[in-house]
């Protein structure tokens, strides 16, 4: 057992739950609250896939490799994009674009296919998925 409350904030008491771990952190007026964020091992484990993915399926043509990509980002970002976990979804994009850039690389041939001025183009070309925060529109609640 470990104790989770408001008084005792920080990153070494967190729970571990659904992939992700919650934790109290003071936020930027100092208030403590209950903070979440993706699992370590989770997005640790999600890397790999990503990782493995991209350099068996690397002979894709751009387009249909791109839109299977997508497909997989898509999906990650679906399930942890919550208020607060933005951070790690831009760790996983960054990861996910940095191997798609040494993957694509390796396809064959003496000089490297891409560099990282024609990679961004490329991306912002054809639409990598980025994640997005998503805001949550709650009803206020009116009292008459």
Known sequence: ????????????????????????????????????????????????????????????????????????????????NIPGNLYSLGQFYHWAAGCAFKWLNRRGGKRKSFTWEAFSRAIDRLGIAKPRMVVVNRPHRVFA
Not at 18 to 47: H, I, P
Not at 68 to 77: E, F, K, P, S
Request: positive net charge; hydrophobic residues 35%; glycine residues 6%.
């Open 1 to 80: 057992m470990i104790r989770f409350s408001r008084f005792h904030p920080g990153m070494e008491r967190r729970i571990c739950f659904l992939g992700f771990e919650t934790y109290w952190m003071k936020d930027n007026e100092g208030v403590v609250r209950v903070r979440q964020r993706t699992a370590r091992k989770k997005l640790q484990s999600a890397c790999r896939r990503i990782k493995e993915w991209i350099k068996s399926n690397r002979h894709l043509k751009g387009k249909a490799f791109i839109v299977a990509l997508n497909r997989r980002l898509r999906g990650h970002y679906n399930y942890y």
